[in-house]
């Protein structure tokens, strides 16, 4: 307790120690004297009180919060196993520490470390940001404070336009709101390759967190008073010029902007920064959905802030219905991933009660996105008309990155085009280092459209991107649906779709996983399993990473691992469907429900050898 720095944090202990001590051994006798004496006074639920609260504290000081390639990420409450404001001057402090060792000190470009650090507006986002500016303006820093809290695309932007040796971002994306987070990215003088300004992999994280473990007590930490440079909302202004720049690169600037779009922050922090960037490309009929438009911490409208997840987007669906809309677009609460809904007459159905779900809206998968906007910047980027991408790299074609676990039909799409593939382990860390990188994508809702200026996901440049796509199509009489049929009678029809299982324990995710790889299901799907590939021995040339590649005789895949964010275990699913160039959008439909019915199948196999 001695060493925690912020008294609400001091607080949060002694309640917890309170309750072990009013329900400890004194208290239990003084229980079971009063039960002899009036059995109605016993009660059974103090000793569950004291477990509870003696269990958590147990896990609090467990161990330290791991810093890895994902930063930090955790609930916040008191102790070293939390987010706290200990434990984020400690990560600040090993972040300085590491900045000073790794920028030169010598020549002419010996000046401090630069760091921009940025926040969203969870619960005490806005302190641990302040925290961390002190904690490295007093290491020494340049410090760069965003003025407000906003979307963590635009700090990903500022570490490349101001050229900073490190970012930080606190925030904790989709997570519930008792959680935040910790991201870093390293650039200027640090990362000098196509990964500058990117967030960190391997050895970075480790040489960070090796730092950290280095730092002694939070409340010996140094911490300036000030000395930090709180940055104009001038930078969000840059961030809308590249936005409004890349509209311009897609379409001319000129293009149709017909269309009626519904958006969503899910209470998070890219609803103003989403609407000027589509009021600056030319989009004026959006209605967003005012319940969860302004920032709150709370998320109260959503079980969970993730657009994934079911229920989440229901709000703006039913908005959608009501206003005739074109188009949903939603933002994860830090605003890098972006969720799109469009309407599905294949989608509709008279069972059950009638919603916005019932009448057909329904939320296109990642790898759907991916693949509409990757076939969109692979005719870009093969045409030297447009200017786009060609130039991006001296080592050949410009590349099309998609993360291992995200569909294979963006490697047939830039087969397509003429153009390379890279396949990457998951996460942006990996998809947005890539050299010659035209465009990026992950299924998990994330996509890069404009990589010289984010070299992360952006859900705000991905909504511009994927409405003028959208509006181009409805000039046409034609819908992103439609788009899906022309490429699957090119490249295939490829259905993908994903189980997920949270677990509440590291060991239960540690058994399932050896459980998959000690007894791999022999068919999928009525399909024989003809390989299994363990990515733990590292794949390909990627780097080993857990997880488990299924493989059928009928091309079907199915890829199984930890989700590095949260506790559980995911399961991508793929089936590909060999289809005519000349088939009928209604073949296209019976074709799509039959895959969907064979992925149902898969999806029943792996649950089983999951022992789920």
């Not at 490295?136 to 490349?160: D, Y």
């Not at 790898?367 to 969109?376: A, I, K, R, S």
């Not at 047939?412 to 990457?424: D, E, F, K, V």
Request: net charge negative; charged share 20%; with cysteine.
């Amino acid at each position: 307790m001695a060493a925690d720095v912020d008294e609400s944090d001091r607080d949060d202990l002694r309640s917890l120690v309170a309750q072990v001590i009013a329900n400890g051994p004194d208290a239990r006798r003084a229980q079971r004297s009063m039960a002899a004496a009036d059995p109605s006074r016993r009660d059974p639920t103090a000793s569950r009180v004291r477990a509870v609260a003696l269990a958590e504290l147990r896990d609090r000081f467990s161990g330290r919060l791991q810093f890895g390639t994902a930063g930090l990420r955790g609930t916040m409450a008191a102790g070293p196993n939390r987010m706290n404001t200990a434990v984020v001057i400690g990560a600040a402090a090993g972040l300085g520490a590491y900045l000073r060792s790794a920028v030169p000190t010598d020549g002419r470009d010996a000046r401090p470390p630069r760091v921009v650090v940025g926040y969203d507006a969870r619960y005490r986002s806005s302190a641990f940001a302040h925290d961390t500016a002190a904690v490295l303006t007093a290491a020494g820093a340049e410090v760069l404070l965003l003025p407000s809290a906003l979307p963590t695309p635009v700090l990903a932007f500022a570490v490349r336009r101001l050229e900073a040796d490190a970012g930080v971002m606190v925030t904790a994306s989709h997570n519930p709101a008792s959680d935040n987070g910790y991201k870093v990215y390293l650039g200027g003088r640090v990362v000098t390759d196509s990964g500058q300004g990117a967030q960190i992999v391997p050895p970075y994280d480790a040489r960070i967190a090796a730092a950290i473990d280095a730092v002694g007590p939070a409340a010996q930490v140094p911490r300036a008073d000030s000395g930090w440079t709180v940055l104009g909302h001038e930078v969000v202004d840059a961030y809308l010029e590249t936005v409004v720049a890349l509209a311009r690169r897609l379409d001319g600037g000129t293009g149709p902007r017909h269309l009626r779009v519904v958006t969503t922050s899910l209470h998070g922090v890219g609803g103003r920064t989403l609407a000027r960037a589509l009021a600056a490309t030319g989009f004026t009929d959006v209605v967003p959905v005012e319940e969860q438009l302004d920032p709150d911490p709370r998320f109260p409208t959503v079980t969970f802030p993730n657009p994934e997840e079911p229920g989440a987007i229901d709000l703006a669906l039913a908005v959608a219905q009501d206003a005739a809309a074109d188009l949903v677009i939603a933002n994860d609460p830090d605003a890098d991933r972006c969720a799109v809904a469009v309407h599905d007459p294949h989608w509709g159905t008279y069972k059950g009660a009638e919603t916005a779900r019932s009448q057909g809206w329904r939320m296109l998968h990642g790898d759907e996105v991916g693949t509409l906007l990757g076939w969109d910047a692979a005719v870009r980027a093969a045409d030297s008309r447009y200017g786009v991408g060609v130039a991006a790299t001296s080592a050949g074609a410009p590349v099309l990155a998609s993360s291992i676990v995200s569909s294979r039909l963006l490697s047939s799409i830039a087969q397509r085009h003429g153009l390379r593939h890279a396949t990457t382990l998951t996460g942006f860390k990996w998809i947005a280092r890539t050299p010659g990188l035209v465009f990026g994508y992950e299924e998990a809702l994330g996509y890069c459209v404009d990589p010289a200026s984010v070299r992360d996901k952006d859900g705000i440049s991905a909504a511009v991107a994927i409405a003028l796509l959208a509006a181009r199509l409805r000039s046409e009489g034609r819908t992103l649906l439609d788009a899906l049929d022309d490429i699957a009678r090119v490249c295939g029809l490829f259905v993908t779709d994903q189980l997920s299982v949270r677990f509440d324990s590291l060991d239960a995710i540690s058994d399932t996983m050896a459980r998959l790889r000690s007894a791999p299901p022999r068919t999928l799907a009525g399909s024989g399993v003809a390989d299994v590939i363990d990515l733990a021995a590292g794949v390909d040339g990627l780097p080993a990473t857990d997880g488990v590649v299924l493989l059928a005789a009928d091309d079907t895949r199915v890829i199984v691992r930890p989700s590095g964010t949260e506790p559980k275990v995911k399961c991508y699913l793929e089936v590909v469907t060999p289809v005519p160039p000349d088939a009928s959008s209604e073949r296209l439909a019976a074709a799509r429900v039959t895959a969907r019915e064979r992925i149902a199948r898969v999806k029943a196999d792996v649950g089983a050898a999951l022992g789920l």
